[in-house]
Nanobody, 126 residues
Framework: QVQLVESGGGSVQPGGSLRLSCVASGYTFSRLYMGWFRQAPGKEREAVATLDTDGETRYADFLAGRFTVSKDNAKKTLYLQMNSLKPEDSAMYYC????????????????????WGQGTQVTVSS
C-alpha cells in the first residue's frame, strides 16, 4: 500500500511561486510512476505534470513552462515547482503514484488505479 503526503500549499499573490512536496512510503520510491493533479471546485480533476520511472516528464499544455516536476529518490519525495502563478491555478493539488505504469492516460487523464494523497490547497489571489 502506497501512502502519499503532500505539503507546501498556501496563499500567494499572482506572479508568485510555491513548491509542493509529496513524500511517499510503502513501496520502492524509485520504481513509482508519479505525478501531480489538481481539482478546482466544480471541475474535474486534471493532470498537471507527471514523472515516469525513466525520468520522462509530461506537462499540461496550459502550463506554458511555468511548472517543473522533479523528485529526490533519497528523500522519497516528489516536487512541483510552480512559478508565475495565476489566479486560475488555484485548486487542491494532489500527488498520485502508480507502480505498474504512468499515472495519466495517453490523453492525460488520471488513471483509476492511482494511489492519491490527501491534497494541499493552493490559492492565488491579490
Amino acid at each position: 500500500q502506497v501512502q502519499l503526503v503532500e505539503s507546501g500549499g498556501g496563499s500567494v499573490q499572482p506572479g508568485g511561486s510555491l513548491r509542493l512536496s509529496c513524500v511517499a512510503s510503502g513501496y520502492t520510491f524509485s520504481r513509482l510512476y508519479m505525478g501531480w493533479f489538481r481539482q478546482a471546485p466544480g471541475k474535474e480533476r486534471e493532470a498537471v505534470a507527471t514523472l515516469d520511472t525513466d525520468g520522462e516528464t509530461r506537462y499540461a499544455d496550459f502550463l506554458a513552462g511555468r511548472f517543473t516536476v522533479s523528485k529526490d529518490n533519497a528523500k522519497k519525495t516528489l516536487y512541483l515547482q510552480m512559478n508565475s502563478l495565476k489566479p486560475e491555478d488555484s485548486a487542491m493539488y494532489y500527488c498520485a503514484a502508480r507502480s505498474f505504469g504512468p499515472v495519466a492516460s495517453p490523453d492525460f487523464h488520471p488513471q483509476p488505479t492511482n494511489y492519491w494523497g490527501q491534497g494541499t490547497q493552493v490559492t492565488v489571489s491579490s
